[in-house]
Nanobody
Framework: QVQLVESGGGLVQPGGSLRLSCAASGSIFEINAMGWYRQAPGKERESVAIITSGGSTNYADSVKGRFTISRDNAKNTVYLQMSSLKPEDTAVYYC????????????????WGKGTLVTVSS
């Protein structure tokens, strides 16, 4: 079994910052891409930022220049540093990881965390 646990969400004023963390644990042989997604009320889930095992990153246009994704491979953890937050960033933020669970199993699967709520409001 694999678990992804997010932390770091909360209430922040516009213009403020938050740092989200997501730790993967369980039966993990290797982790490929890790990423953050978000879902605002009444909207579909969207990709926010993705980072490969080699450190290449990709961001949604709406967060470029404000959010930074990073990872600590030794800790199986991915981070999302969010700055200059706007009310439209309010959403539940989900962590996703593409994981190979065993040396004997060559396919990978995507796992999701349960999400952490970020509310940007004055």
């Amino acid at each position: 079994q694999v678990q992804l646990v997010e932390s770091g969400g909360g209430l922040v004023q516009p213009g403020g910052s938050l740092r989200l963390s997501c730790a993967a644990s369980g039966s993990i042989f290797e982790i490929n891409a890790m990423g953050w997604y978000r879902q605002a009320p009444g909207k579909e889930r969207e990709s926010v930022a993705i980072i490969t095992s080699g450190g290449s990153t990709n961001y949604a246009d709406s967060v470029k220049g404000r959010f930074t994704i990073s990872r600590d491979n030794a800790k199986n953890t991915v981070y999302l540093q969010m700055s200059s937050l706007k009310p439209e960033d309010t959403a539940v933020y989900y962590c996703n990881a593409e994981i190979r669970t065993s040396r004997a199993i060559f396919r990978t699967m995507h796992y999701w965390g349960k999400g952490t709520l970020v509310t940007v409001s004055s």
